[in-house]
């Protein structure tokens, strides 16, 4: 250790945007860049600055499928913050830093595992590109990936929510009155993989008292439980009560305790979209808190319009709490009972949506629940909207230390998919030996 | 005729050059104590057989500010802050701070506003204060704040100096702007005695020319506007050396510069004709400042460096235990193994090699053991150049295209000053695989950077339209503008004029406005999904330089 006790992967992407005036734009860390340059952070010595690398396609393509390949739905932009968030990571693997965060733009957390477009402002998810290089090049296994955006990370959960050794903790705003409209607790993960999926959804006007209730008595303890070798936070900061997206209470001191509490080896930034008056303080409030630093003093100027929170909020909080506390306190009966009620296989359809793109997609996710191995997956999509046209393809996936059943298993299923003709594409992702093949 | 003058950690030497030819140069030992005895010396000494009229410029680097600092040297001063929300800075500054009421925020807004109660009561504390140093948060962004303060300050102390932050750098940092404030109001007393001595000196003598003080960014500042920011000054042996290489060589193409002195070699990088500065600006005691410095890396390998056999290898530096042994020292040293390895002729020969029996192993020629010595202390040069490099490629970008597009550094000559410059330089230079030059007249190219030094100044112009000012805090200004039809444009033609004023207010009067931009940013202001403006920022500067390329015919001793 040379001292350093946060990397800092800062990279404001000022270059790139949806559109000019789409809140992912490129002002969007500007202000960020302003208070943190302002405030000297980037000279104390316990702070130490990178410069993000570019992540490969090979990267992406650990992660994703996308259709008809990542690479031409991406821009470099997108590579530069999965390499970033990759930065951080070595940064802390390397042990140059204690922990690290990576301050980097465009997101990721509601890119899927197969991609047409861009939805919710994502379009590669760069958490899970960054958690199978950690696995693939540093052995690591059990990780647990805290989502504290206020949108549900159903980007997230969806590419890890039959993998039992990736815990996905996330707290939202009640997906029933926000983008994306997921990530009840019911969703919990397929059966071989129950109760690694954490949905904790949060009434609209959850303060910091509130989120730190969650913190305290659901979430700390939970990952106590689980003992992952990792703790990721995905970092999105639109619980802030300016936020603009969204509905939420909290403060730059709420956000800063929690990183504190959290004490997350690595933080990727997320959402965030008050880019002038939470932004530069939430950030700050999380770059000193990490790096174990004084944030007493973070306060946003505006911190008189906070409302409180209702009682009736709180009596809430309390039961949904509650609630996951008995199912967590019973999740190996649950998951036997789930895995023996299920049979060999399990399905799930669904339709997503891609906002940004305006493409509508319809899903068929086919998991083998295998008693040796996480079980291979087939998944079946078709896209379509305007002007992007339909498109469709099948793929199957073959997991970590995949047993040769399921192994052959897999490969069969995409024959017969590419014999049968009915999809564009053909892919077979085979993790054990990195590849991303289009059959 | 320019007259430069070079105040070394050994020597303070003195060059007049005329037409971009040394005339004549001067080499006396520095007087730490009594500064002004050598530097006068050294004036007589050059100037002996000069026609004191046709001296037309007078340019000094000198250690003052520098030991004034190291010594302790330095007066108290009232830091006043206004700090807003943010870091703790508590433990973070040089002196104990007074943390006052009043924010500014990141768009100029006043959040807050001081309080006058507050100050009165700081000053009432404070009373044997003579000097002050005010300094808020955002006050590059709107420095009406530091001003209101610095007022109050100024009518309840009456200090003898009040230093804004504002006005010493227009770039964002805080903290750096804090220190320098802080250094600049401790050094003024010091800086503006010494100052006030070398211009009754030189009048004595009749030498009527105008003086400048060296800056740490190369540039030089009228002796009226350094009493102003005397923090300026530190740091000006190493940037008078780099401007000296400058004047010398004048090095087009990407390079690296040695300036290899008695006890340390200070590495520069440099890019289209000028070194690369330091990001954010020059460490003092440790604290980070806004002063604006070349990027030097210093490593313990000169002449003089010792030379001895630890573990069975040859060991060099960093430490130094008096001259070579061929110039009357008691250890083994660089220069002996210069000497013996035939790369200079200079001192005694039979010392040197007994140097390097000295440190010879076992069968091992002397010749041999000064071979190993070299290559060892090219080595250290080397790694220290390398790391260089290294940290350039790792610094910080913040657009995609820098990412994707950005060209690596990588130098394509070295260049040599100083004493062990002949000797050292080409093997660092073999070393790295790159061609190499010692220039002539190496030996005083710190008096001769000096010499030449031209003026330089930097302004900061940053408009808000969607607020309707901009504002240029070196000069304290903020100016109301069109919120509809203010552009890019206008705001570099507002920057010029005011880089103008800005020149012709300190007193640069040269002709030598060689303006470059040096960054400029233009943003949208949105509200709901609307553009509401533009934030525009530009940075402008008088380029670092030299007056005139100066040749010289041989070594001036």
New interface residues.
């Given amino acids: 250790m040379t001292g350093k006790s946060l990397g800092l992967v800062?990279?404001?992407?000022?270059?790139?945007a949806i559109t000019?005036?789409h809140p992912e734009?490129?002002?969007r860390l500007?202000?960020t860049?302003?208070?943190i340059?302002?405030?000297?952070?980037?000279?104390?010595p316990a702070i130490r600055?990178?410069?993000?690398?570019?992540a490969q396609i090979q990267d992406a393509e650990r992660v994703h499928i996308g259709v008809p390949d990542i690479a031409s739905l991406i821009?470099?932009?997108h590579l530069?913050s999965a390499?970033g968030a990759i930065t951080a990571a070595e940064a802390v693997m390397h042990r140059e830093v204690n922990r690290a965060f990576a301050l980097v733009r465009p997101p990721g957390h509601h890119a899927m595992r197969v991609v047409h477009g861009t939805r919710g402002f994502c379009t590669i998810n760069i958490e899970a590109i960054m958690v199978e290089y950690l696995r693939r090049y540093y052995g690591l296994n059990r990780v647990a990936i805290v989502d504290t955006d206020v949108h549900h990370g159903d980007g997230t959960q969806d590419i890890f929510y039959h993998d039992p050794d990736t815990l996905f903790i996330s707290f939202h705003q009640d997906g029933r009155t926000l983008y994306p409209g997921t990530g009840a607790i019911h969703e919990m993960g397929s059966p071989g993989a129950l109760c690694s999926t954490v949905n904790i959804p949060l009434p609209p006007g959850t303060t910091d008292a509130g989120l730190h209730y969650v913190l305290d008595n659901l979430v700390l303890p939970v990952l106590e439980d689980f003992k992952p070798d990792i703790i990721i936070n995905s970092a999105g900061q639109d619980n802030h009560y300016s936020d603009p997206l969204a509905n939420m209470a909290v403060t730059a001191q709420g956000y800063a305790l929690l990183a504190e509490k959290l004490k997350a080896d690595i933080a990727v930034l997320e959402g965030g979209y008050s880019i002038?008056d939470a932004l530069?303080?939430v950030n700050?409030g999380i770059i000193?808190a990490m790096a174990g630093?004084?944030y007493?003093?973070?306060?946003?100027?505006d911190i008189a319009r906070c409302p409180r929170q209702s009682d009736a909020n709180t009596r809430y909080i309390a039961k949904l709490v509650t609630e996951w506390q008995e199912i967590w306190h019973a999740r190996n009966k649950l998951r036997h009972e789930a895995v023996a009620k299920a049979g060999d296989f399990w399905q799930r359809r669904r339709g997503i949506y891609y906002d940004d793109s305006g493409i509508q997609e319809q899903r068929t996710e086919t998991v083998r629940l295998c008693p040796r191995c996480h079980g291979y997956l087939t998944i079946s999509t078709q896209a379509e909207g305007y002007p992007f046209g339909r498109k469709s393809a099948f793929a199957a996936i073959i997991p970590r230390n995949a047993c040769p059943v399921c192994r052959n298993q897999a490969h069969d299923a995409v024959q017969k998919a590419k014999k049968e003709g009915r999809h564009d594409h053909c892919f077979i992702q085979d993790k054990d030996k990195d590849t991303l093949e289009h059959i | 005729m320019l007259l430069g003058i070079d105040v070394g950690g050994t020597f303070t030497d003195a060059v007049v050059i005329r037409n971009g030819k040394i005339l004549a140069s001067a080499k006396t030992p520095t007087t730490h104590y009594e500064l002004l005895n050598g530097i006068i010396t050294a004036i007589d000494k050059v100037l002996a057989k000069i026609n004191l009229r046709e001296v037309k410029r007078v340019a000094l680097s000198t250690t003052i500010v520098t030991n004034a600092l190291v010594e302790g040297k330095i007066d108290k001063v009232a830091l006043l802050l206004l700090p807003g929300p943010g870091l703790n800075l508590a433990g973070l500054t040089p002196a104990q701070p007074y943390f006052l009421s009043g924010y500014t925020d990141h768009r100029g807004r006043e959040q807050a506003a001081p309080v006058k109660d507050e100050v009165v009561a700081v000053c009432r504390e404070i009373k044997d204060c003579k000097a002050v140093a005010v300094a808020g948060k955002f006050a590059v962004r709107n420095p009406a704040q530091e001003q209101v303060v610095a007022g109050w300050a100024g009518e309840c102390l009456k200090p003898a100096h009040i230093t804004l932050g504002a006005e010493l750098s227009g770039a964002l940092n805080y903290l750096r702007r804090v220190n320098s404030a802080y250094y600049n109001s401790a050094v003024w007393r010091i800086f503006t005695n010494f100052a006030v001595a070398i211009e009754a000196a030189l009048a004595e003598r009749g030498v009527a020319a105008p003086v400048y003080i060296l800056k740490a960014d190369g540039g030089t500042l009228p002796l009226a506007a350094a009493k102003a920011r005397p923090v300026e000054a530190i740091f000006t042996g190493p940037a008078a050396s780099v401007l000296g290489i400058m004047a010398l060589a004048a090095p087009e193409g990407p390079a690296v510069s040695l300036d290899i002195g008695g006890t340390t070699t200070d590495i520069a990088l440099w890019q289209n004709g000028a070194p690369l500065f330091a990001p954010g600006g020059a460490r003092v005691n440790g604290f980070p400042t806004a002063v604006r410095s070349f990027w030097l890396r210093s490593v313990g390998v000169g002449g003089d460096s010792y030379v001895r056999r630890e573990n069975g290898r040859i060991a060099v530096g960093p430490m130094r235990r008096g001259p070579a042994m061929a110039n009357g020292g008691p250890e083994p040293a660089v220069t002996d193994a210069l000497i013996v390895a035939g790369l200079i002729d200079y001192g005694d020969v039979a010392l040197a090699r007994q140097a390097m029996t000295k440190v010879a192993a076992t069968g091992q020629t002397p010749e041999d053991a000064a071979w190993e010595a070299l290559r060892t202390a090219a080595d250290i040069v080397c790694q220290a150049i390398r790391d260089m490099l290294a940290e350039q490629a790792a610094m910080p970008v913040y657009k995609v295209e820098d990412i994707v597009y950005g060209e690596k550094f990588i130098p394509k000559l070295v260049i040599g000053v100083g004493g062990a410059a002949l000797g050292l330089a080409p093997l660092v230079a073999e070393q790295m695989e790159l061609p190499w030059q010692v220039p002539p007249g190496h030996m005083v190219a710190n008096a001769v950077g000096a010499a030449s030094a031209r003026q330089t100044t930097e302004i900061t112009l940053r408009a808000d339209t969607a607020q309707g000012f901009y504002t240029v805090p070196e000069l304290g200004i903020k100016r109301d503008i069109d919120r509809r039809r203010f552009t890019l444009d206008d705001a570099w033609a507002a920057a010029d004029n005011h880089l103008a004023e800005r020149a012709a207010a300190g007193g640069l009067t040269e002709a030598t406005c060689h303006s470059e931009r040096l960054y400029e940013e233009e943003f949208n202001v949105i509200r709901g999904f609307n553009t509401i403006g533009k934030i525009i920022t530009c940075k402008l500067q008088l380029k670092p330089g030299v007056l005139t390329q100066v040749t010289a015919q041989e070594v001036g001793q």
Avoid: H, M
Wanted: aromatic fraction near 14%.
């Fill in positions: 800062f990279f404001p992407a000022f270059d790139w000019p005036s734009r490129e002002e500007l202000y860049r302003d208070q340059v302002e405030e000297g952070l980037l000279d104390l600055e990178y410069r993000p690398r570019l821009t470099d932009a530069v390499g002038e530069p303080y700050t000193l630093l004084d007493s003093r973070v306060i946003e100027p």
